[in-house]
C-alpha cells in the first residue's frame, strides 16, 4: 500500500509561544497517518505531509486550544482579544484569587475556605500548563512549562497559596501578550489577504454571475466596476480606467490601464469600466505570491534569532542549578530558613521563563518584514532584512535601474515642425528603440505624420533609412550616414556624444534637423543617492554600455564611481572583488544581472509589476519603479537591529537585577513573574515602533 506523501497546508490560531510550537510539531509528527510536520509559529501555518483530518490536527494542539483551518478559507470577522474563549479561564480564576483574598482577611489567613479558593483557582487557570508541564516532567524536557509547573506546585507544598494561584494567572497574561504580540506583528499580513475580494463578477454565456474566485477559470472575463478592487489577475480587453496599485507596489499614485495591460488582484479600480481577460488561477496570483513569500520570510530564523535559541539551551539549565543552589546552600551551610530559602529558590524557577527573551526577535522581525511589505518592499527573510543593515556599498545596473530604459529626444535644433512631421513618418514603421523616440516626440509636439506618404522606403542596416515625399529623397539616420552621403556636420554633434547621447540627423540635401535621443535618468535618482551618501553608502554603477554614456549618467546621478563596457561575467567579478572588504549589495533588474545579484551580499530587484522573475531570484524586490524606497528599507533594517539588541539587552538585564535581588533574599514569585510579564510586554511594544518607520 503506496503511503500519501501529498504536503498540505493549514492556518492555526492561539498557538502562544514558541516552545508551544516545538510541542506541537512533535505532538502533530505522532500522528498515525503523518509522514512529517513542520510548524511555522510566525505565519501561523502548518505544513502537513500525509493524510490526516483537521479534528486529528486540532487534537495534537488541544494543549494550547489551537484552532486549525485549510490555508485557502478566509479568516472570519476578527475577534477581540479580551472576547477570546481561551481567556475566560483566566478570568474566572483572577475572580477567584479575588474572592478568596478578600476571605482570608476576613477569616485569617489560615482558614481553609480561602485556600480552596486559591487552589481552584490554580487548577482552572492553570490546568492546561499543569498537564504540559508534568508530562515534560516525566520526559526530562525543561522548558517553561516545566519551570513553572514546578514553582507553582512547590508553592502549594510551602504553603504560599495565595501567591502561586497569582503566578498562574500572571503566567497565563504572559503567554497571552505573546501571542497578542504576534498577532499585532503579523496584521500588515492579514491586510494584504483582505486586499483581493472573494468573490467576482464573471461574464460567461452572456451572462453576469457572481463566482467565487476558486471556481474561476484563466479565459473567464471579468467585469471590474468603478470603484471595486480587482479579484484576480488579468489583462485588460475593454475600457480605460486608472488602478490604485498600493496593495501590490506600495504607491498610492494611481495608474493607468488601457488595452491588453496587466491589472493585478487587490488592486482598486477607480474610474472607469473594465472586463479583463483572467490569466492566473487564484493561487497563482501576484498577491498570493506576495502573501506566501512574505509569510515563509517571516518564519526564517534571523541570525540574532539563532543566537537567541543556542542561548536559551544553556540559558534554563543554569537558571535550574541556580535555583537548586539557592534552595540547599543557605538552609545547609549558612543557617538560613528552608522554608525561605525554598522559596526564593522558586522565584529562581520563574525567572527561568525566557518569555522576552524568546519573543525579543521574533516579533522585530515579523513587524519589520510585514511593515515592508505594505510599503511595496519585498523582504525574503530575517537574514536579508538584517544583512540589509550592514550594507556599505551598492552597485546599481543602468538601464532600467538608474534610468527608465526607454530612450527619449532630449535635444532637437532646429525647432522645424514639418521636418520633425516628415522625420516621425519616416520612423514610424520601425522597432527600433531609437526610431519610437523620435514618433513619440512627434505625438508630444501633436504633429500628424501618419498623413505623410512615404513611397521607395528603404532601410539602411546599421545607418538609418531613406523614403520619398513628393518626389524629394529624404535620409534620416546616424552623423556616420550624413558624412558617407557628404551631406555636412556640425559641432552640435561631437558636444551631445560628450553627454553620453545617441546623435539622429534628419536632411535631403543637407542636414535639416538634429535630435538627440538618451535613455533618461530617473527623476528620483539624485535625490535617492544622496541620501544614501548621507547614510555613509557608497554608489557606484555597472554597466554594459560605452564608457562616454556611462560617465554622463554618472555625473549626472551623482554616483561615487561608474565602470562600464561591463559583460555579465565582469559584473560578477567586481561584485565578488567589493565583497573582500565591503557588504555590498546589487541592485538590478532581476534578469539580465543574475549572476551579479546572487553574488552580492544582497541581491535587490526592480520589479515594476510585481514580476514572478524579481520575485524568485532576489533577496529583496523593490515593487514598484521606486529608487526611494532603497533608503527606507535600509532604514528599516538599521531600526530593527536596533530594536533587537534593545530587546535582548532589556530581558536579559531585567532577568540579572532580578537575580541579584536573591543576595539580600528579596526576590520574591511577584517581582520574578511581574519582571518577565513587564519585560515581554515592553519588548513587544518597542517592536512595534518598526510599524511607524514610513518611506519618507
Known sequence: MNEVTERKTYRIQNLSCSSCAKTYEENLKALLHVQ??????VAAKIYITGDTTIAELEKAGAFDNVRVRDVSERQGEKESFWKKKENYPVYAAAILIIISFALSDTLGEHSWLPAAGYLTAMGIGGYLLFITGVKNLIRLKFDMNTLMTIAVIGAALIGEWQEGATVVILFAVSEALERYSMDKARQSIHLLMDAAPSEALILRSGIE???NVADIQVGDVMIVKPGQKVAMDGKVIRG???????????ESVPVTKNLNDEVFAGT????????????????????????????????ERAPSQAFIDRFAKYYTPVIMLIAFLVMLIPPLFLGGSWHEWLYQGLAVLIIGCPCALVVSTPVA????????????????????????????TIAFDKTGTLTRGIPAVTDIYPQHNEALTIAAALEKGSQHPLATAVVRKAEAEHLDYSTVHIDHFQ??????VKGE???????????????SLRLGTDARITEWQSEGKTVILFGSDCIELMLAVADQLRPEVPDVLNELHKMKVRTMMLTGDNERTGEAIGKQAGLSAVQANLMPEDKLNIIQEIKRQHTVAMIGDGVNDAPALAAADIGIAMSGSGTETALETADIA????DLKKLPYMIRLSKKTLTVIKQNIAFSLLIKVIALLLIIPGWLTLWIAIFSDIGATLIVTLNSMRLLKVKDR
Open 209 to 211: 454571475q457572481m463566482v
Open 365 to 392: 522581525i515579523v513587524t519589520a518584514i510585514g511593515n515592508a511589505a505594505r510599503q511595496g518592499v519585498l523582504i525574503k527573510g530575517g537574514i536579508h532584512l538584517e544583512e540589509a543593515g550592514h550594507i556599505d
Open 469 to 483: 515625399v513628393n518626389g524629394r529623397t529624404y535620409y534620416m539616420g546616424s552623423p556616420a550616414l550624413f558624412e
Open 459 to 464: 532601410s539602411l542596416t546599421g545607418r538609418g
Open 36 to 41: 512529517d510536520a513542520e510548524v511555522n509559529h
Open 240 to 250: 480605460q480606467s486608472t488602478i490604485n496599485q498600493a496593495a501590490i507596489t506600495g
Open 268 to 299: 482598486l479600480n477607480e474610474e472607469g469600466l473594465l472586463e479583463v481577460e483572467v490569466t492566473k488561477l487564484v493561487e497563482d496570483t501576484t498577491i498570493l505570491k506576495i502573501i506566501h513569500l512574505v509569510e515563509e520570510a517571516q518564519g
Open 622 to 625: 523593490l515593487m514598484s519603479d
